[in-house]
């Protein structure tokens, strides 16, 4: 049985800083994901990385605020956002896939999502 299971849900005032946690059960995948979906809005890529951790990608908007990495040893996917904006509010999702993209279509398996909410 495969699970995703995310961790830190959070309320922080702008300019704060949260971190993420995506725990991962049932097999070891290639890459993660963390996407994020706001009310009314379509769920978007945020950041990406792959097995050995060396590669990374992130979405403009989050560029040099937030920060993915794993743990291999305990299969756990991290996601540190500093510099924290009101409209980083979302639901935020952890995914796996075993491709590299930024697609949520070829992400097979999803963590149910955690609530950030960040005031103003």
């Known amino acids: 049985q495969v699970s995703l299971v995310e961790s830190g849900v959070g309320l922080v005032q702008a300019g704060g800083s949260l971190r993420l946690s995506c725990a991962a059960s049932?097999?070891?995948?290639?890459?993660y994901g963390w996407f994020r979906q706001a009310p009314g809005k379509e769920r978007n890529f945020v950041a990406s990385?792959?097995?050995?951790?060396?590669?990374?990608n992130y979405a403009d908007s989050v560029k040099g605020r937030f920060t993915i990495s794993r743990d291999n040893a305990r299969d756990t996917v991290f996601l540190q956002m500093n510099s924290l904006k009101p409209e980083d509010t979302a639901v935020y999702y952890c995914?796996?896939?075993?491709?590299?993209?930024?697609?949520?279509?070829?992400?097979?398996?999803w963590g149910q999502g955690t609530q950030v909410t960040v005031s103003s």
């Open positions: 995914a796996a896939a075993s491709i590299t993209t930024m697609d949520l279509r070829y992400y097979d398996y």
């Open positions: 049932g097999r070891t995948f290639g890459r």
């Open positions: 990385i792959s097995r050995s951790g060396a590669d990374t």
